[in-house]
């Protein structure tokens, strides 16, 4: 098991997540959909991992939707949760399922 920190890429709130590291990296190679690789998980921990968009910005931001600062500039967020965003941008963009 392996704990990941992640940081809200909107408040920048921490929040740990224990995974399974082999899993995770599965995940992370794009072997398995996160679901798959981490089934355990909550949603909202997937969410975190994904994103590290923490519960609290979800609701209080993501709620509306006349806005938008889930895609605020994911670019310019460093570590994994700038990672997570832009993976999960260019998963968005791809079309995958
Ligand atoms: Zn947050």
Do not use: F, H
């Not at 996160?34 to 993501?62: N, Y």
């Not at 600062?69 to 399922?97: K, Q, S």
Request: proline share 8%; charged share 35%; hydrophobic share 35%.
């Amino acid at each position: 098991m392996a704990i990941i920190t992640t940081t809200c890429p909107l408040c920048g709130a921490e929040r740990e997540v224990e995974v399974d590291w082999n899993r995770y990296q599965k995940w992370r190679r794009r072997e398995l959909p996160i679901q798959e690789a981490l089934p355990t998980l909550s949603d909202s921990e997937r969410e975190a991992l994904k994103t590290g968009i923490c519960d609290r910005c979800w609701d209080e931001k993501l709620g509306d939707p006349d806005e938008d600062p889930a895609i605020l500039n994911p670019w310019e967020v460093p570590g994994p949760a700038g990672d997570a965003a832009r993976a999960m941008l260019e998963e968005m963009r791809g079309g995958g399922a």
